[in-house]
């Protein structure tokens, strides 16, 4: 994307009055999207932005400038403000020849998305929308969205690292309104890969458009949600955002380092059941969180954060582990070249159990089982979280009952962990998602087989 | 940049439009400074300038759209051509169409304070850091600050198009925001305080530390309650959050395609008669006022319910045009997205008691300092709502211990009927809506 000459000439500059670490993340991003609402395609839509971002770091103190100008010139200027920023001083440290480290990208792409003609994007949500109205009369509203992107990153750093990678992404999701007498409910369902146009030789976009329509006429029978504590049974690959909050938020070391998780202290502590072993990551194939090269120009890494119950080990960036003397992790993600890196998640989920997954529904008396989950929510310092059930049902008597409407549920992230009781044998990934911390977005995946929790609150309105 | 470099941009662009088909350009340009404190060292300071345009054009009835993040001339040549070819997918409506002038003067605002570009770098990292010191002398009990920020930024935009808009301007912003962390007996609890004005003179660390300070120490030793029914009295940083998703409920743009739970009830006694909701980006109060929509048209004051009966939805140009009416300025965007419709200061307007004769009223009841999971939890199309909450018992009209791990529930619908009281205290913050303690009765609260 720029020279490797331009690269070693803006690190020195950033490094000229001084500071241990400088560090260029060049970024060029084109994504093209099409909408389908209220039966018309409403637009279709390109952008594209490419940029760097810079930073200088002296003592405990980082320098960030970004720049859309990708010159020589514009680069050292960008240079100069993020050393500026980072106030110099220190020794004078030299930057490193470069060292060009590849990884293996988690899968082939195999058709780019921007090889494929317009109409043909367009022509998949036509379809979409006939199958969602022809799931039933009561769909009245289909909107249909087709996104892909393409972003391309170069890192340098005065240690020496170069790295780069080319992410393709492609996603699809449908939503539906359903009406009946109860007023109206909605259904969504999406797919996403980091793969390219090939996404819809495994998936029918008039399938996943049924699903979602399915999903709202499901919920105009649906009763209110009770309110309370009770036991929950969470479906295969519904429930990995789950783990998401409970825990891997919590186990992010900048998190950790400002005393803002309640795992902190706690490696090598029995935090769950024994047959409890999760996982974040970055490497696996078709994953939405999956990626070759962190931002930061770490290969993404397979992490074991807790083994068989046992607390193992954070999620790492550059500047935390080198605060710490360790490698990074992997884990150091930006939603852009106009944001600092820090810790996070990527593809994060709950290793497959042994249980039958019909034996744990039917040895659940009275409760709620979640077929999906929506997002959620964490704060990691009191570990409270809240996520939303999309698709759920009672459990009465051991068998899956009526829907319930859409809530919330709650709980503690220490304490659920301690109370997964049962673990399925049918572990499933689920929706692509969008992970949101500090005002940054980036793409994320989970995946948990079925399982129960002892109990949670169910945020309802019914007794 | 200045606002007449950008309208002299987007004037260029819209220059290139061809016979037949309509041209819009919408230029921004910022320049932000945000600094990050952590136990008395700057961890990071960013200085940032970014740039952007976004083009739609509208050709044989059909729309297309494509943005950028340069200002450099071959890229906007470049963007032009990808939203011409993007309309040629779009299907045909006979409502798509730019904005034109509609003679309503924009109001005369002051949202650009020269003085926070004479603001030293190291007087805005005092700021943060001072914050930062007045947060942990605040209470024993603050055991750590997760973060002080201090953050600005200046802002341009223009916005021209083939029928005749003409709309630039430019604002400044700042703001300070602390997360405090506060222990005893091996519990952890947090909050948060904040600042937002015009200039740093604006800001108030004093106010922004006590917030943070007091939302996290009063939580300490915050137990699960049992489940019930029970009044609530949300906090305004709570209310404002709720106000934002009922003002989505009354977009032009839910109603026409089917979405809006009060599409059909114009007219309708739809809130108990206390409520009265006003969008008006034209108060120079509000943290989000502003002289011109997405589309380049005067902002207004828009009455969307009054003493409790619907009275009117907001438009864009489509939404306007296509129920037969006009767009009520009600545009919103950035140069990354074409216009949506959406409230731009939205506010209740307040009532005659502040929140502790209102709090002295109650027998039973909590009051909500925070709520989580509300993109999760609020559909804004059934109007079901769950969210995760905290707060304080109140009881025999005295606020008593913390609660947390709860949830509340209702539907927005059920909601606004049952407000019993608006409060006196409103207060507006960084969003696009004003806050206001609200008690609403009959709401039930998870549990144990």
């Known amino acids: 994307m720029i020279d490797e000459s331009v690269v070693v000439g803006t690190l020195s500059e950033a490094l000229k009055t001084g500071g241990e670490f400088a560090e260029v993340f060049v970024e060029d991003r084109r994504s093209s999207s099409a909408l389908l609402d209220d039966g018309k395609v409403e637009e279709l839509t390109s952008g594209r932005t490419r940029g760097a971002g810079i930073r200088v770091v002296v003592g405990e103190t980082t320098g960030f400038a970004h720049t859309s100008d990708l010159s020589e010139a514009g680069l050292a200027k960008a240079a100069r403000a993020a050393a500026a920023a980072a106030r110099s001083g220190g020794g ?8 060009r480290i ?67 992404r492609t996603r699809f999701a449908v939503s539906c309104v359903a009406v009946g ?29 049924r699903t979602a329509a399915n999903r709202a006429l499901t919920k105009l029978a649906a009763q209110p949600a009770p309110s309370g504590s009770m036991p929950v049974v969470i479906g295969p690959g519904g429930g990995g955002v789950l783990f998401h909050e409970a825990c891997g938020h919590g186990l992010e070391a900048d998190l950790v380092a400002k005393q803002a998780s309640v795992f902190r202290n706690r490696v090598g502590e029995q935090v769950a059941h024994p047959e409890v072993t999760l996982i974040d990551d970055g490497t696996m194939a078709r994953e939405w969180g999956a990626y070759a090269i962190d931002d930061e120009g770490r290969p993404a890494q ?65 409760g709620v089982y979640v077929a999906h989950l929506g997002g959620g929510q964490v704060n990691t310092a009191t570990g409270d979280f809240v996520f939303g059930m999309n698709e759920a049902y ?50 994320v995946g989970d995946g948990t087989p079925t399982l129960r929790v002892a109990s949670m609150t169910i945020g309802g309105t019914a007794a | 940049m200045k606002p007449e470099e950008l309208l002299e941009i987007a004037e260029r662009i819209v220059g290139w439009g061809r016979d037949g088909e309509q041209v819009e350009a919408v230029v921004g340009h910022s320049r932000e ?67 034109e002038p509609d003679g309503v003067a924009p109001p005369e605002l002051d949202l650009y304070h020269e003085a926070l570009l004479e603001v030293s770098t190291e007087s805005k990292i005092d700021r943060a850091l001072e914050l930062e010191r007045a947060v942990r002398a605040g209470d ?143 108060n120079p109060e509000a943290f989000t006022a502003s002289d011109a929509d997405g589309e380049g048209l005067a902002t207004r004051r828009n009455q969307l319910i009054g003493g409790g009966r619907l009275e009117r939805f907001l438009h864009n140009s489509y939404t306007g045009r296509r129920s037969g009416g006009a767009s009520t300025g009600s545009a919103v965007r950035g140069y990354a997205s074409t216009p949506g419709v959406g409230c731009q200061a939205l506010s209740l307007v307040p009532g005659a008691r502040p929140p502790a004769e209102l709090i002295a009223g109650i027998d039973n009841g909590v009051l909500v300092q925070g709520v989580s999971g509300l993109h999760s939890g609020v559909n804004p199309v059934s109007g079901d709502f769950s969210t995760g909450a905290e707060g304080l018992r109140i009881r025999n009209g005295e606020l008593a211990e913390p609660v947390r791990e709860i949830t509340i529930a209702s539907t ?11 409060g006196s205290d409103l207060t507006w913050l960084p969003m696009s809506s004003a806050g206001v303690t609200l008690v609403v009765a009959e709401v039930t609260m998870s549990g144990a």
């Open chain 1, 92 to 99: 004078v440290h030299r930057v490193a020849a470069l060292d």
């Open chain 1, 102 to 168: 590849d990884a293996p990208a988690p899968n082939e792409v195999e058709v780019l998305p921007e090889t494929v003609a317009k109409a043909t994007k367009v022509e998949l949500l036509g379809r979409a929308d006939e199958a969602a109205r022809a799931a039933g009369s009561a769909i009245t509203q289909v909107s249909a969205r087709y996104a892909d992107g393409r972003r391309r990153i170069l890192v340098a750093n005065s240690d020496g690292v170069l790295a780069g990678d080319d992410q393709v």
């Open chain 1, 181 to 209: 007498d109860t007023g109206m409910q909605t259904g969504f369902e999406s797919v996403g890969r980091p793969i390219g146009f090939e996404l819809f030789d495994e998936y029918e976009v008039d399938a996943l458009a």
């Open chain 1, 302 to 366: 397979r992490n074991v954060l807790i083994e068989n119950g046992v607390l193992t080990d954070y999620m790492w960036d550059l500047l935390r582990a080198r605060k710490q003397g360790r490698e990074s992790s992997g884990n150091g993600r930006r939603q852009s070249y106009q944001h600092l890196p820090m810790v996070r998640m990527t593809n994060t989920y709950l290793a497959n159990g042994s249980e039958d997954p019909a034996g744990i529904i039917a040895a659940t008396d009275r």
């Open chain 1, 394 to 443: 009672l459990i009465e008597n051991g068998r899956i009952g009526p829907p319930i409407r859409e809530g919330n549920l709650i709980g503690n992230g220490p304490e659920v962990l301690a109370g997964i009781e049962a673990l399925g044998n049918d572990f499933a990934m689920g929706s692509p998602g969008t992970c949101g911390k500090d005002g940054q977005g980036v793409p």
């Open chain 2, 33 to 99: 400074t945000e600094v990050r404190v952590y136990e008395g060292e700057i961890e990071s300071l960013s200085v940032a300038e970014s740039q952007g345009v976004g083009i739609r054009v509208i050709a044989n009835g059909r729309q297309g759209f494509a943005h950028a993040g340069t200002l450099d001339g071959d890229v906007l040549v470049e963007t032009l051509a990808e939203a011409r070819d993007n309309a040629v997918f779009g299907s045909p409506d006979e409502f798509f169409g730019l904005a």
């Open chain 2, 140 to 282: 024993p009990r603050i055991v750590g600050v997760e973060s002080a920020d201090y953050g600005d930024s200046v802002g341009a935009d223009a916005i021209a198009t083939t029928t005749g808009i003409r709309s630039s301007g430019q604002d400044t912003s700042c703001y300070l925001t602390a997360y405090s962390l506060a222990s005893e007996n091996d519990e952890t609890q947090t909050g948060f305080g904040f600042s937002v004005g015009r200039e740093p003179g604006d800001l108030d660390v004093d106010t922004a530390a006590a917030d943070a300070v007091e939302r996290a120490t009063r939580m300490l030793g915050a137990t699960q309650p049992p489940t019930e029914r029970v009044t609530v009295v949300l906090d305004p940083f709570v209310s404002a959050q709720f106000l934002g998703i009922i003002g989505g409920t009354l977009s032009g743009e839910a109603v026409l395609k089917g979405r809006s739970l009060f599409a059909d009830r114009l007219g309708d006694q739809v809130a108990a008669a206390a409520v009265t909701l006003v969008d008006d980006p034209t």
């Open chain 2, 412 to 422: 927005l619908q059920r909601m606004l009927l049952d407000v019993a009281a608006v």
